[in-house]
């Protein structure tokens, strides 16, 4: 795709919807390339998120102001489920907690520690929060932990290499959605399909963080037992993670007040303000899918605006790998080293690892910023990432994440920098 898919005009009227797209928060320009850490953030989920602060009533209580805050709550709690995680309706129960870990360690010490099966399986490109979750309640219950290791052409699992490793005693597996490094995503649909083939009991779980802001998520459709996402990293803001837990997840034992139904999973009175802000971002994604349809139903907007989200970032992918007439897209600077880019991957999320021949990866960051550019290096000195970089053949990377509002311009920009530190540095 060589157009952007996004008009100028929708991406002018996108960029004023957020925070400091062009400039930082003291007024430098700048591309924030670095959206895989923590995204620009949405003035509507903010402010939503400001409006409910203001206000000091319970939401458990029968007042007028009261029952409001309640609608608010369930309005999030059903956005949530039906329109962001892709639950059936009625079906499966919302986790609450500050972050995307927390979900993660709750969701898979309620599966490891209550079900059957004598084995634990994950990827070696897993964040440590599904990993190292994985490990602790494998080891804590006397199961064996099993990995399946990275394609490092791919930046993927290939479902064959996870295959070799679940059996009829697989109690769990838990795969992610897409990778945070290479951006691939991984076939979760396959991946269920040949996983209960084998052992129809089996719970699949799948953190969903990095793939959300990009890509519709499908729990229902796939049938998972367990999924996650923090909204600081879709367009959100900061203090919340959530889950989805299939309903027979919900029902394993778990903490929470003993007195509430056994499929509850939210302790204590969880901030209303942030279900506002989350519907914020989902009535932001719907704004966007009425552009391309004339349906109304709020998951057909949601479901229209993230795939048309998904196109926009391809068409930035293919122009910061390729470039154009004018720039060299970054398969084509010399000097410059893209990582796990196959071009046999066709889809991926807008996320590419790459490097300066004979530049160290910290110091390459550095220079980016000093030259207005905000990027990450994911290195093997570092806790995150020493295994997944290590797993994909590498020994660090520099991660690029730039969003869909974006432009051409913005890319061709970042690419004309990459040259100019490529010809200076390169050896
Ligand atoms: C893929 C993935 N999973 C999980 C997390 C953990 O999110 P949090 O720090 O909100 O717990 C991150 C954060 O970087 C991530 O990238």
């Known amino acids: 795709m060589d157009k952007s898919y996004f008009s100028e005009d929708l991406i002018q009227e996108i960029k004023e919807k957020f925070y400091y797209v062009d400039e930082d928060n003291l007024g430098r320009k700048r591309l924030f390339f670095e959206n895989s850490g923590g995204s620009l953030r949405l003035k509507a989920a903010v402010e939503a998120k400001c409006k409910y602060e203001k206000i000091p009533d319970c939401p458990e209580r029968y007042h007028d102001i009261s029952m409001h805050l309640r609608a608010v709550k369930e309005k999030g709690i059903k956005d949530l489920l039906e329109i962001v995680f892709g639950a059936k309706s009625g ?5 609450t907690e500050l972050t995307a870990s927390q979900v993660m360690f709750r969701i898979v010490r309620a599966i490891v520690e209550n079900t059957p099966g004598t084995n634990v399986v994950t990827t070696s490109i897993e964040h440590p929060s599904a990993y190292d979750a994985a490990e602790f309640y494998a080891k804590r219950t006397g199961k064996e932990f099993r990995v399946a290791m990275a394609n490092n052409r791919t930046g993927g699992v290939d479902v064959e290499e996870i295959m070799k490793h679940v059996d009829k005693n697989t109690c769990m597996l838990s795969v992610m959605s897409a990778s945070n490094i290479s951006g691939n995503i991984l076939p979760m649909a396959d991946i269920v399909k040949a996983a209960r083939a084998v052992n129809p009991d089996i719970y699949i779980i799948s953190d969903a963080v990095q793939h959300m802001p990009h890509s519709v998520l499908h729990v229902g459709e796939y049938g998972l037992d367990g999924m996650n ?19 027979r997840v919900a029902k394993l034992s778990h903490d929470k007040l003993l007195n509430k139904p056994e499929e509850e999973w939210e302790l204590g009175t969880f901030p209303h303000p942030n279900y506002a802000a989350l519907s914020a ?12 349809t004339k349906e109304t139903a709020r998951k057909t907007l949601y479901d229209i605006g993230m795939n048309s989200i998904h196109k926009q970032e391809h068409s930035l992918l293919m122009r910061m790998l390729n470039g154009s007439p004018e720039v060299h897209g970054l398969r084509h600077i010399p000097g410059v080293e893209v990582y796990l880019d196959n071009p046999e991957v066709k889809d991926r999320d807008l996320i590419s690892a790459m490097g300066i021949k004979g530049m160290n990866d910290t110091e390459l960051r550095k220079e980016y910023y000093r030259r207005g550019v905000t990027v990450f290096e994911r290195i093997n000195t570092s806790l995150y990432s020493k295994r997944i970089v290590e797993s994909l053949g ?6 690029v994440s730039p969003l869909h509002c974006h432009s051409f311009k913005d890319i061709d920009q970042y690419l004309k920098v990459t040259m100019a530190i490529a010809k200076e540095y390169s050896k």
Request: include cysteine.
């Open 281 to 292: 971002i989902v009535d932001y994604v719907c704004w966007i899918g009425g552009h391309y």
């Open 229 to 247: 996402f923090a909204p600081y990293k879709a367009f959100g803001i900061r203090g919340c993670g959530y889950g989805y837990v299939s309903d």
């Open 394 to 399: 590498l020994t660090g990377c520099i991660r």
């Open 91 to 95: 079906e499966g129960a919302l986790v």
